[in-house]
């Protein structure tokens, strides 16, 4: 039986806020090396404004899909086109013939790397029995692409400027 594991990916973590964070050191570095003309005061101004921007809300996603996905363990059987969606030393089972409508949000700029935020996304995953599953792309960068392969459902892209989760129950 082919499984497929899919657990939270730690170097992604790393690599998403070092984006984040990435363009505080290039200005900072910039500064250092070069003594420019652009002075302490415009740096700052500059820093604080990425930071409100760009740097806030890509924190503010990560912590709500790192939140998402503590303690939670997926597995997807392909033979049986089952997922497994373990939380809290529960199981939960669902049957991906059952799966009537795959959803991928992201943000406009999606995955370009143009802003901090633009690589974070989430999927909705609805059921027959009018049960819903998000899984965010912490875990996987591949999960549509994973999910396309065995079920043949084309992920429905839903673009927003950024793709914070939605609250819960809300799904």
């Given at each position: 039986?082919?499984?497929?594991?899919?657990?939270?990916?730690?170097?992604?973590?790393?690599?998403?806020?070092?984006?984040?964070?990435?363009?505080?050191?290039?200005?900072?570095?910039?500064?250092?090396?070069?003594?420019?003309?652009?002075?302490?005061?415009?740096?700052?101004?500059?820093?604080?404004?990425?930071?409100?921007?760009?740097?806030?809300?890509?924190?503010?996603?990560?912590?709500?899909?790192?939140?998402?996905?503590?303690?939670?363990?997926?597995?997807?059987?392909?033979?049986?086109?089952?997922?497994?969606?373990?939380?809290?030393?529960?199981?939960?089972?669902?049957?991906?013939?059952?799966?009537?409508?795959?959803?991928?949000?992201?943000?406009?700029?999606?995955?370009?790397?143009v802003?901090?935020?633009?690589?974070?996304?989430?999927?909705?995953?609805?059921?027959?029995n009018g049960?819903?599953?998000?899984?965010?792309?912490?875990?996987?960068?591949?999960?549509?692409?994973?999910?396309?392969?065995?079920?043949?459902?084309?992920?429905?892209?839903?673009?927003?400027?950024?793709?914070?989760?939605?609250?819960?129950?809300?799904?």
């Open positions: 039986m082919n499984i497929i594991k899919l657990k939270s990916n730690y170097l992604r973590h790393f690599l998403l806020l070092v984006r984040v964070f990435g363009i505080y050191l290039f200005l900072w570095l910039y500064v250092g090396v070069f003594k420019n003309d652009l002075g302490i005061n415009a740096l700052l101004i500059t820093s604080i404004i990425i930071f409100i921007l760009d740097t806030l809300p890509a924190i503010i996603v990560h912590l709500q899909y790192l939140a998402h996905e503590y303690k939670v363990k997926i597995e997807i059987s392909e033979q049986e086109k089952k997922l497994f969606y373990f939380h809290k030393g529960q199981i939960k089972i669902y049957d991906l013939k059952e799966l009537t409508k795959l959803e991928s949000y992201l943000s406009y700029a999606g995955g370009s790397g802003n901090a935020w633009s690589e974070y996304e989430f999927y909705r995953i609805s059921f027959l049960e819903q599953l998000i899984v965010t792309n912490l875990r996987t960068p591949n999960f549509g692409k994973e999910i396309a392969n065995i079920t043949g459902l084309i992920p429905e892209k839903k673009m927003g400027v950024i793709s914070f989760l939605p609250p819960i129950g809300k799904l």
